[in-house]
């Protein structure tokens, strides 16, 4: 399982406040947080600025089994 949501809710945040201080569109965030998306097909530039915001890597976003970087 993607752990964006996860880490973003440990921040304190909501969908719409990391994609205001991201710049990648709630609706994107909504879609990989829900699996609408491959977050394996994500955009890199798309997950290192959601990445800059929530202050972690990028393999803390995927599962252990599943780390890519």
Same mark, same amino acid.
């Given at each position: 399982?993607?752990?964006?949501?996860? %880490? *973003?809710?440990?921040?304190?945040?909501? *969908?719409?406040?990391?994609?205001?201080?991201?710049?990648?569109?709630?609706?994107? %965030?909504? &879609?990989?947080?829900t699996?609408?998306?491959?977050?394996?097909? &994500?955009?890199?530039?798309?997950?290192? &600025?959601? +990445?800059?915001?929530?202050? +972690?890597?990028?393999k803390?976003?995927?599962?252990?089994?599943?780390? %890519? &970087?």
């Amino acid at each position: 399982m993607f752990k964006l949501r996860e %880490i *973003r809710e440990s921040k304190g945040l909501t *969908r719409n406040e990391l994609s205001k201080l991201s710049g990648v569109h709630s609706q994107t %965030i909504e &879609a990989l947080e829900t699996g609408k998306n491959n977050p394996l097909n &994500a955009k890199i530039s798309t997950l290192l &600025a959601l +990445c800059k915001v929530l202050k +972690c890597k990028v393999k803390n976003l995927y599962p252990e089994e599943k780390n %890519i &970087a």
